[in-house]
């Protein structure tokens, strides 16, 4: 048997265990040339170099099925085919932790800036914010925290048919031309903003760039004290109302003990200087 290596031999030459080479046996991917009475497996010089590709192409990912239907018909175009396969699927999967990422890092974002701001509770501020993209879905029924969950869920839906994850800004989305109604959320509804730039045609609506007068604040979006104070600040400074209402849910009610129901909100209001 000296022209032959032990099975101990062939798996330290390629840097594998004796049972991956039992195993390759058994599923009959890579096998010995010889075996003895004693059933000790030994394997030709000539097999070291299909085990060698076997062990590469494992290397980057491919399946034991797709190595074993190639070994068995290896030729330049089937092994062109097979790995070309491989690179688009490795592609596609790249693309899809790189969106992941992504995620993960506008989630980071969000809970950094309520990290930052939980101090300055109820203090109005104008901000500058960029056009942003969301999803709007109205209210089905009459504004509670049900209906904010089960509409809230209808737009994250929306998201996903479109392969996105809502990592990003939500909240509800209150109609300016209802202020100072006695019917303050007719037409009201959840916004998702978009967390990628693709174009998604169901509920699109548009957020437009500018100045905000803006407030922190612990609260549920149907309780209307903090947008009074708020309203009433932007009329004392001089401003005007240009747009709809945001209440963007910067931590909702899952970081909080049971009995504190409430969101840790960011009221923001369109505005203008009144000249």
Same mark, same amino acid.
């Given at each position: 048997?000296?022209?032959?290596?032990?099975?101990?031999?062939?798996?330290?030459?390629?840097?594998?265990?004796?049972?991956?080479?039992? #195993? #390759?046996?058994?599923?009959?991917?890579?096998?010995?040339?010889?075996?003895?009475?004693?059933? #000790?497996?030994?394997?030709?010089?000539?097999?070291?170099?299909?085990?060698?590709?076997?062990?590469?192409?494992?290397?980057?990912?491919?399946?034991?099925?797709?190595?074993?239907?190639?070994?068995?018909?290896?030729?330049?175009?089937?092994?062109?085919?097979?790995?070309?396969?491989?690179?688009?699927?490795?592609?596609?999967?790249?693309?899809?932790?790189?969106?992941?990422?992504?995620?993960? &890092?506008?989630?980071?974002?969000?809970?950094?800036?309520?990290?930052?701001?939980?101090?300055?509770?109820?203090? *109005?501020?104008?901000?500058?914010?960029?056009?942003?993209?969301?999803?709007?879905?109205?209210?089905?029924?009459?504004?509670?925290?049900?209906?904010?969950?089960?509409?809230?869920?209808?737009?994250?839906?929306?998201?996903?048919?479109?392969?996105?994850?809502?990592?990003?800004?939500?909240?509800?989305?209150?109609?300016?031309?209802?202020?100072?109604?006695?019917?303050?959320?007719?037409?009201?509804?959840?916004?998702?903003?978009?967390?990628?730039?693709?174009?998604?045609?169901? &509920?699109?609506?548009?957020?437009?760039?500018?100045?905000?007068?803006?407030?922190?604040? #612990?609260?549920? *979006?149907?309780?209307?004290?903090?947008?009074?104070?708020?309203?009433?600040?932007?009329?004392?400074?001089?401003?005007?109302?240009?747009?709809?209402?945001?209440?963007?849910?910067?931590?909702?009610?899952?970081?909080?003990?049971?009995?504190?129901?409430?969101?840790?909100?960011?009221?923001?209001?369109?505005?203008?200087?009144?000249?």
């Amino acid at each position: 048997m000296e022209r032959y290596f032990s099975i101990s031999e062939m798996a330290s030459i390629h840097g594998v265990s004796r049972q991956t080479l039992i #195993y #390759y046996d058994k599923i009959e991917l890579f096998q010995p040339v010889h075996i003895d009475e004693n059933g #000790y497996r030994f394997y030709a010089a000539e097999q070291i170099p299909f085990l060698r590709e076997i062990c590469f192409l494992k290397s980057i990912g491919i399946k034991l099925n797709d190595i074993k239907e190639h070994i068995g018909n290896r030729n330049l175009t089937s092994a062109i085919s097979l790995l070309e396969y491989h690179h688009d699927l490795l592609q596609r999967e790249i693309d899809s932790l790189q969106k992941a990422k992504m995620f993960i &890092q506008q989630r980071l974002g969000k809970y950094s800036e309520a990290s930052r701001f939980k101090s300055d509770l109820d203090q *109005p501020v104008i901000e500058q914010f960029p056009e942003r993209k969301v999803v709007f879905v109205p209210f089905a029924n009459e504004i509670c925290r049900k209906e904010l969950h089960v509409t809230l869920m209808k737009a994250w839906h929306i998201l996903s048919q479109h392969e996105m994850l809502p990592s990003d800004a939500f909240g509800t989305l209150i109609l300016k031309d209802q202020l100072g109604t006695n019917q303050v959320f007719k037409g009201a509804g959840i916004f998702t903003a978009l967390p990628l730039d693709d174009t998604v045609t169901e &509920q699109l609506r548009i957020l437009p760039a500018g100045q905000y007068a803006c407030m922190y604040k #612990y609260g549920m *979006p149907y309780e209307t004290q903090c947008l009074k104070e708020l309203v009433q600040w932007i009329e004392e400074q001089g401003y005007r109302i240009t747009g709809d209402v945001i209440d963007a849910c910067l931590l909702d009610t899952t970081f909080y003990e049971t009995e504190q129901n409430v969101d840790f909100c960011q009221l923001q209001i369109p505005v203008e200087k009144m000249v």
